[in-house]
């Protein structure tokens, strides 16, 4: 397997410009999460899925950010319009908590969104 | 609300000295805690877990339930322990973890 695949791994985009990063997680796991990476806030989670449906998205900073699981292959984070505080490394990772995984994750590689 | 605090940004040891990668907690329940790892150009994988009591690459981590913590310890650093180090807690009901800030580990040889 070759792991949480993470696209594009890097995006450079002008402010108010939409952006969409996608993620397809290790084939089997049930839960699907999203966190964001800043030197300022360190690793903070946006969004979590069970079995594609969204469980908490109270991390998700405003309404300029949206995410979907239409199927347990992929995952999309959608920010519209981006802003320069935008800017960070996106990190999606899977896990197989169903089976007394909690706390075991595995991610990807990230995505560097450079928003200017 | 949990709460994870490495205070220290940046370790920087020599090598065969040894280390610890401070971790303090809140939580008001049970913590499941974990440290994480992060080499240089790879991904973000699970170092060690509390649960399993076991020894990763020569690291251990006790959990201090009197005083929340949950420090990293080595005896004897070595060069290829550099990396940034998270400690995390999962929140059992949420079933998302909660990271630290992290700390940079430097190895001099």
């Known amino acids: 397997d070759a792991g949480v695949i993470q696209s594009p791994r890097h995006e450079v985009t002008e402010m108010g410009q939409e952006v969409t990063l996608r993620c397809k997680p290790i084939?089997?796991?049930?839960?699907l999460f999203w966190y964001r990476q800043t030197m300022m806030r360190g690793l903070e989670l946006l969004i979590y899925?069970?079995?594609?449906?969204?469980?908490?998205d109270s991390g998700m900073p405003e309404d300029r950010f949206s995410a979907k699981m239409p199927n347990a292959s992929f995952s999309t984070l959608k920010i519209q319009p981006s802003e320069p505080r935008d800017s960070a490394v996106y990190f999606c990772?899977?896990?197989?908590?169903?089976?007394?995984?909690?706390?075991?994750?595995?991610f990807g590689e990230g995505s560097r969104l450079t928003v200017l | 609300a949990q709460r994870v605090t490495q205070p220290e940004k940046l370790l920087s040891v020599f090598k065969g000295a040894p280390v610890e990668l401070k971790c303090n907690y809140s939580?008001?329940?049970?913590?499941?805690l974990f440290w994480y790892v992060q080499y240089s150009r790879q991904r973000l994988q699970l170092l060690l877990r509390?649960?399993s009591r076991e020894s990763i690459k020569g690291f251990t981590a006790d959990l201090n339930k009197g005083e929340t913590s949950f420090h990293l310890k080595k005896p004897f650093a070595q060069e290829e322990d550099s990396a940034m180090y998270y400690c995390?807690?999962?929140?059992?009901?949420?079933?998302?973890?909660?990271f630290g800030s992290g700390t940079r580990l430097q190895v001099q040889p």
């Open positions: 990772a899977s896990s197989l908590i169903g089976q007394g995984k909690a706390g075991e994750l595995f």
């Open positions: 084939s089997g796991h049930d839960y």
């Open positions: 899925f069970n079995n594609n449906v969204p469980i908490d």
């Open positions: 939580y008001s329940g049970s913590p499941e």
């Open positions: 509390h649960i």
């Open positions: 995390a807690l999962v929140d059992t009901g949420r079933r998302a973890l909660t």
